[in-house]
């Protein structure tokens, strides 16, 4: 089992700016992408965005692009993700997410953090 430490919810308003953290602690494999799923409420989970260790490949959501920044620190398993330009939509609980290989990750085969509340709104 994999142990997650998450970090860096909370409320905004749009336009405003937040930054998540993730820990993966336990975590065996020397490679593996990680990153974030969000569901808001009343909808299906999606993936937001992902990082590949072996080669800090990136990964984002057409409704992210441009706006959210995924890096990370492969010696920690950790990953942020800088989320800039936020909208109303954006408001979700972001699970953070870990697997081997990045084809298994998008389709949410992966350990899987708690969760952490991000809410946009005037």
């Known amino acids: 089992q994999v142990q997650f430490v998450e970090s860096g919810g909370g409320s905004v308003q749009p336009g405003g700016s937040l930054r998540l953290s993730c820990t993966a602690f336990t975590y065996r494999e020397s490679d593996y992408t990680m990153g974030w799923f969000r569901q808001a409420p009343g909808k299906e989970r999606e993936a937001v965005s992902s990082i590949t260790s072996s080669d800090d490949g990136t990964w984002y959501a057409d409704s992210v692009t441009g706006r959210f920044t995924i890096s990370g620190d492969k010696a920690k398993t950790t990953v942020y993700l800088q989320m800039d330009s936020l909208k109303p939509e954006d408001t979700a609980i972001y699970y953070c997410?870990?697997?081997?290989?990045?084809?298994?990750?998008?389709?949410?085969?992966?350990?899987w953090g708690q969760g952490t509340q991000v809410t946009v709104s005037s």
């Open positions: 997410a870990i697997s081997e290989y990045f084809s298994s990750w998008i389709l949410g085969e992966a350990y």
